[in-house]
């Protein structure tokens, strides 16, 4: 800055390094957007704090554990430990059953 400036203007800033001088360049605007950004980087902030630490309690979730045993039935069966609409869903997102080919003799 001090290349863009002729030495009388220089005079008229005062600041204290060169660290400081770029703080008088900003405008009212500027330095709004910038508190703005950094309240809602410490807010988000604190709201994740908030919920690891409300995670945390939580025993992890593990979905095969909820989901019933089908091995012992066959394809398509239904298993008694289900629901109705559990199974139906589970019908549902059934892959189409493997034909075999049949042999020629």
């Not at 863009?4 to 405008?27: A, D, G, I, M």
């Not at 012992?72 to 008694?80: A, K, R």
């Not at 629901?83 to 189409?96: D, G, H, I, N, V």
Request: charged fraction near 20%; glycine fraction near 4%.
């Amino acid at each position: 800055l001090k290349t863009l400036l002729p030495p009388s203007v220089q005079s008229l800033l005062s600041y204290e390094s060169h660290e400081s001088l770029p703080v008088l360049c900003y405008s009212k605007m500027c330095q709004q957007k910038i508190n703005k950004g950094e309240q809602s980087a410490r807010s988000s902030i604190q709201w994740l704090k908030q919920m690891e630490l409300s995670m945390k309690g939580r025993p992890l979730h593990n979905a095969m554990a909820d989901r019933p045993q089908l091995s012992s039935f066959g394809y398509g069966q239904f298993d008694p430990r289900m629901t109705e609409c559990q199974f139906k869903s589970y019908l549902r997102s059934l892959p189409p059953p493997k034909v075999e080919p049949k042999s020629s003799d």
